[in-house]
């Protein structure tokens, strides 16, 4: 069906809000129970000039904007962010080696209105920040055979589609404290034993790069069932580097992940064409916190042009979609379409998208 020319099904639109203009919404979204009481999403932005942004969504369908902040200079960005209490932490990546500020930012947003500062290779790190203002180095990881100097010789390389060896999303969960699920892009899905954390150690690594085209994003675990979600991310306009999918893995030996099936999405000839990027990105990852939808049954993935899409793993063999919204393509858009970014569901089952490009943010209710 359409809404407003957006295409839906078992979804509709709530509210949306552009940011002012700065709708360029990047890979952070979280949200906080402010202590005056509302509810408030805090936005990543994909690139300069704007670091960050707070919206006001305690009522989902007049989402307003509180702060928005600015980065030091446009050869940074802020593309991600995360939320503990109070405590929201800003990763700052450059441009180039050596550009200066670069590293992890602390900001005290007890008054979300007043964020305060209480003072090529990517890999994971663990950091302890017990104390905000003095974080300490705990252990760190690598690929084995990506860093200089490592005896390991050069891992298979796809020869068309080749976007390195590095960490990207990375999970702890409460309920496993000593695994971390990461999605290391060309490196495939890598679980890593953390009981040691000055010491972390690979207990697996799924790799399907080659023969498919890489980019593993995000990693999901769902306990109960002993799968893991595993989504790539389409990186190329017009599908050009199809197939870009959401995997079902079966976790039950975490030491030898097996993919049992993929979720079912429109053919990339329905989507490729209507502007820029069509495949899977991000998923929402249950961090199990009060304001957040915890489920392992219904996964929600964001899909670029292809909008938001919800799919039930009930039957991990058959993967069932069974919603999705697709908005209009936003005003100035340079891609002609819609670039859902990244998506987060409250414990309302309020469903927060983001555009990577101008559109802002969009929330959603789901009606099944």
Same mark, same amino acid.
């Given at each position: 069906?359409?809404?407003?020319?957006?295409?839906?099904?078992?979804?509709?639109?709530?509210?949306?809000?552009?940011?002012?203009?700065?709708?360029?919404?990047?890979?952070?979204?979280?949200?906080?129970?402010?202590?005056?009481?509302?509810?408030?999403?805090?936005?990543?932005?994909?690139?300069?000039?704007?670091?960050?942004?707070?919206?006001?969504?305690?009522?989902?369908?007049?989402?307003?904007?509180?702060?928005?902040?600015?980065?030091?200079?446009?050869?940074?960005?802020?593309?991600?962010?995360?939320?503990?209490?109070?405590?929201?932490?800003?990763?700052?990546?450059?441009?180039?080696?050596?550009?200066?500020?670069?590293?992890?930012?602390?900001?005290?947003?007890?008054?979300?209105?007043?964020?305060?500062?209480?003072?090529?290779?990517?890999?994971?790190?663990?950091?302890?920040?017990?104390?905000?203002?003095?974080?300490?180095?705990?252990?760190?990881?690598?690929?084995?055979?990506?860093?200089?100097?490592?005896?390991?010789?050069?891992?298979?390389?796809?020869?068309?589609?080749?976007?390195?060896?590095?960490?990207?999303?990375?999970?702890?969960?409460?309920?496993?404290?000593?695994?971390?699920?990461?999605? +290391?892009?060309? *490196? &495939?899905?890598? !679980?890593? =034993?953390? /009981?040691?954390?000055?010491? @972390?150690?690979?207990?697996?690594?799924?790799?399907?790069?080659?023969?498919?085209?890489?980019?593993?994003?995000?990693?999901?675990?769902?306990?109960?069932?002993?799968?893991?979600?595993?989504?790539?991310?389409?990186?190329?306009?017009?599908?050009?580097?199809?197939?870009?999918?959401?995997?079902?893995?079966?976790?039950?030996?975490?030491?030898?992940?097996?993919?049992?099936?993929?979720?079912?999405?429109?053919?990339?000839?329905?989507?490729?064409?209507?502007?820029?990027?069509?495949?899977?990105?991000?998923?929402?990852?249950?961090?199990?916190?009060?304001?957040?939808?915890?489920?392992?049954?219904?996964?929600?993935?964001? +899909?670029?042009? *292809? &909008?938001?899409? !919800?799919? =039930?793993? /009930?039957?991990?063999?058959? @993967?069932?979609?069974?919603?999705?919204?697709?908005?209009?393509?936003?005003?100035?858009?340079?891609?002609?379409?819609?670039?859902?970014?990244?998506?987060?569901?409250?414990?309302?089952?309020?469903?927060?998208?983001?555009?990577?490009?101008?559109?802002?943010?969009?929330?959603?209710?789901?009606?099944?």
């Amino acid at each position: 069906m359409t809404q407003n020319g957006a295409l839906s099904n078992n979804m509709r639109l709530l509210g949306h809000n552009d940011l002012g203009g700065f709708g360029n919404c990047g890979e952070g979204m979280a949200i906080q129970m402010a202590r005056d009481g509302r509810r408030v999403i805090w936005l990543g932005h994909e690139s300069a000039p704007k670091n960050f942004t707070a919206v006001d969504v305690t009522d989902p369908r007049k989402p307003s904007v509180i702060v928005q902040t600015d980065l030091p200079h446009g050869d940074m960005r802020s593309n991600n962010l995360d939320l503990v209490g109070d405590l929201l932490v800003v990763p700052y990546q450059t441009s180039r080696v050596g550009m200066q500020p670069a590293g992890v930012e602390f900001f005290d947003v007890a008054d979300p209105g007043k964020p305060r500062n209480p003072k090529d290779d990517q890999f994971y790190r663990i950091v302890d920040v017990r104390q905000p203002t003095r974080p300490v180095e705990v252990g760190r990881w690598w690929l084995p055979g990506t860093r200089d100097g490592d005896p390991e010789p050069p891992l298979a390389r796809h020869p068309k589609f080749d976007a390195g060896f590095r960490a990207h999303n990375t999970n702890v969960y409460p309920r496993r404290p000593d695994r971390a699920w990461i999605g +290391y892009i060309d *490196g &495939g899905a890598i !679980v890593l =034993d953390i /009981s040691d954390m000055a010491h @972390p150690r690979m207990l697996s690594r799924w790799d399907y790069h080659p023969p498919y085209p890489g980019f593993t994003h995000t990693l999901l675990p769902l306990f109960d069932p002993q799968l893991v979600i595993v989504s790539d991310e389409a990186t190329a306009e017009a599908g050009k580097d199809w197939p870009k999918l959401v995997w079902v893995v079966d976790i039950r030996d975490e030491t030898n992940p097996v993919p049992i099936s993929t979720f079912p999405i429109p053919a990339v000839a329905d989507f490729g064409g209507r502007g820029g990027r069509y495949g899977a990105h991000n998923l929402h990852e249950n961090r199990p916190v009060a304001s957040n939808l915890v489920s392992e049954k219904l996964i929600f993935g964001t +899909y670029f042009n *292809g &909008g938001v899409r !919800v799919h =039930d793993v /009930s039957n991990p063999f058959q @993967p069932e979609e069974v919603a999705y919204y697709v908005p209009e393509a936003p005003r100035g858009s340079r891609a002609g379409a819609v670039q859902i970014n990244d998506v987060l569901v409250d414990e309302r089952r309020v469903v927060y998208a983001v555009d990577r490009l101008i559109g802002g943010l969009y929330t959603l209710e789901l009606q099944v």
